[in-house]
């Protein structure tokens, strides 16, 4: 099958590495600087973790270049740069092709859906950590990396799905076709959203999370902020959140920095609205308090 992965930062771009290792027909697509060094020496991938690193050739092409018609898109983007895609996803779809959102934010499925009636869309979340470190190069802070994807409703699903998953499978990435795909992707909303926020409010790495304290403390108590609006949701969990995102924190290099920590950092634009804001809206419309949530926003609002 061909994939085309729309972003090729430390999501989409680790994601096409592994495939294209894999030897599956994947092309990144990407712009600027990223784009010219993966064109002309591909991908170098850097393990944090034990220093290691590799060099894997890939296919990448800007938007406006490919002329291409998937049977598969990852969208790999900021929530902030979702409606950028709509126009590009809908010149390169055909009836068969099936969209994947791998975004940060919960719920994007759900929206795309809306703009792209004629094509399915699932929705999904990714377990990674990892960034650009300059253009070609991309560092992956841990070695975690899980793709779980499905459609909203049962009746829309497709057999194409289950061959997704294999393809991940086969490339090294744990691909799992989720039976309740939103309660699924809220579980890993837990994880990067109170992780987003909490390093942020602390100016935290990852280190200072894996040992007691109060940038623990409040990345827990989030956590179970969370928990609460699911449950006010009728979303279910079957196991402590907070024991299993701690389980995945302790995996990281001690260093590792979040996305949105990152671009607040250096003055870029960043996910604060639908990492933290949105979670205190959340709250208001479900009458479930989030105390923490409120703490961050005061002091995240001037940097939004």
Request: proline share 4%.
């Amino acid at each position: 099958m061909q994939y085309v992965i729309i972003g090729a930062g430390g999501t989409g771009g680790t994601v096409g590495a592994y495939m294209t290792k894999a030897g599956k027909d994947v092309t990144l697509i990407a712009r600027g600087k990223h784009l010219e060094a993966m064109q002309k020496n591909g991908i170098t991938l850097e393990h944090l973790w034990n220093g290691t690193q590799e060099k894997i050739p890939v296919k990448a092409s800007g938007m406006e270049e490919y002329q291409g018609h998937p049977d598969v898109i990852l969208v790999c983007v900021k929530g902030y740069s979702l409606e950028d895609t709509i126009p590009f996803i809908r010149r390169i779809s055909v009836a068969h092709t099936v969209v994947i959102p791998i975004l940060n934010i919960y719920g994007t499925g759900g929206r795309l859906q809306e703009k792209l009636p004629d094509i399915l869309v699932t929705d999904g979340c990714i377990y990674v950590s990892a960034n650009i470190k300059e253009p070609g190069v991309i560092v992956q802070h841990g070695e975690i990396l899980r793709i779980v994807f499905g459609t909203r409703r049962p009746e829309e699903a497709v057999p194409v799905l289950e061959k997704i998953a294999e393809d991940f499978q086969e490339s090294g990435i744990r691909g799992i076709l989720s039976e309740n795909i939103q309660r699924d992707a809220l579980q890993k909303f837990s994880y990067v959203s109170p992780m987003g926020a909490a390093a942020l409010y602390y100016n935290a790495a990852a280190g200072d999370f894996q040992k007691e304290g109060a940038p623990r403390e409040m990345f827990k108590a989030m956590i179970r902020e969370i928990v609460a609006l699911a449950e006010a949701m009728d979303i279910h969990f079957e196991e402590d959140l907070v024991e299993t995102n701690l389980n995945i924190l302790s995996t990281l290099a001690p260093e590792a920095t979040t996305s949105m920590q990152r671009d607040v950092m250096a003055g870029k634009q960043s996910e604060i609205d639908g990492l933290v804001f949105e979670v205190v809206r959340l709250g208001k419309a479900y009458g479930v308090p989030t105390p923490e949530y409120e703490k961050a926003a005061i002091r995240l609002s001037s940097r939004e």
